[in-house]
């Protein structure tokens, strides 16, 4: 999608050299934002010389990016690991295992959560309206394949539109996981630290309301 903002050097670094330098980068934008983080609290966290990491990425916009691809691979991993487990279950129970596997991601990766969370709420970031319509994308590629292959089986009602549900599906996904992470965005579900009993009752919840309008 976006070509590669890491100088060869970066690649040609211990790997564990390189994932410290990530994880400094991952802390510093995700809690900081994109203009607030500073290269320089960057490199103290990284252990390295700001001189080093302009011959790793060639600026600030730069180490974003790539940031943000290595972000975006790990959520599409975690998609691929979920459709691939649940193949050969019902198109609704399949969505019930995305979302609790949503939820799992973002409390085992509250950083790259938020990296996502600033990029949306933060209209200055460079090339923002890029990095959500690849989010997007994704997210629709994703719903677009549970889709088809449910309807191949019958499990859904005649005549639904293949766009209008991936909008559907979407939007309830994305505000719920908004809702999980963020307090403010959470005024009617109380899934906000709330114990994993309450997250996937209000789940099968959802997921009913679904099953109401989409199934056979």
């Known amino acids: 999608m976006f070509q590669e903002p890491a100088r060869d050097t970066f690649s040609h670094l211990p790997a564990d050299k390189q994932e410290r330098v990530l994880e400094a980068a991952l802390t510093e934008f995700a809690d900081q934002g994109y203009h607030q983080a500073s290269l320089n609290r960057l490199v103290a966290k990284a252990g390295i010389a700001k001189g080093s990491l ?54 085992q990766h509250p950083r790259i959560y938020s990296l996502y969370l ?19 994308r994704h997210a629709g590629e994703y719903f677009g394949s549970l889709l088809r292959r449910a309807r191949g089986r019958g499990e859904l009602r005649p005549g639904i539109s293949e766009p209008a549900a991936l909008f559907l599906l979407d939007a309830v996904f994305d505000r719920f996981l908004q809702a ?34 989409l199934a056979a």
């Open 54 to 107: 302009y011959q790793y990425f060639p600026n600030k916009e730069g180490i974003f990016r790539y940031i943000f691809q290595i972000a975006l691979k790990s959520v599409r991993q975690t998609l691929v690991e979920v459709k691939e487990a649940t193949q050969d279950e019902n198109f609704f129970i399949r969505l019930e295992k995305s979302l609790r596997a949503g939820v799992r991601f973002l409390k």
């Open 118 to 136: 600033k990029i949306q709420f933060d209209r200055q970031i460079p090339f923002r309206d890029e990095f959500l319509a690849a989010v997007r």
């Open 180 to 213: 999980a992470a963020l307090p403010y965005l959470d005024v009617t579900l109380d899934l906000h630290q709330a114990p994993e009993e309450t997250i996937n009752r209000r789940i099968r919840e959802l997921v009913d309301l679904l099953r109401e309008g």
